[in-house]
């Protein structure tokens, strides 16, 4: 196993190894090929998710995508910011 799915309604899985580009893994029945290096704990979207769309972990809204987000991308602060800290989203 080397995506974690925290809840089903996420979008988003979290690297239990360090993932590279082009490796083509699977959380539950979605598979993935990634498309750039991710470090173990960080996320990868499950789906595209648009720009201005929730990032959902735990089953809730935790984020918000500042750009489009392809399935099998890199998760972080280069593409969200969170709707949990101050600063987030207005």
Do not use: C
């Amino acid at each position: 196993m080397k995506l974690l799915l925290l809840d089903d309604r996420d979008n988003i899985a979290v690297a239990v190894t360090d993932l590279h580009s082009g490796e083509v893994t699977s959380a539950n029945d979605i598979r993935l090929t990634i498309r750039s290096d991710v470090p173990r704990g960080h996320k990868v979207a499950l789906h595209a998710i648009a720009r201005g769309a929730d990032i959902i972990r735990y089953g809730e809204p935790v984020g918000e995508a500042t750009s489009d987000i392809a399935s099998g991308e890199h998760v972080h602060v280069q593409n969200v910011i969170s709707k949990r800290l101050p600063g987030g989203p207005r």
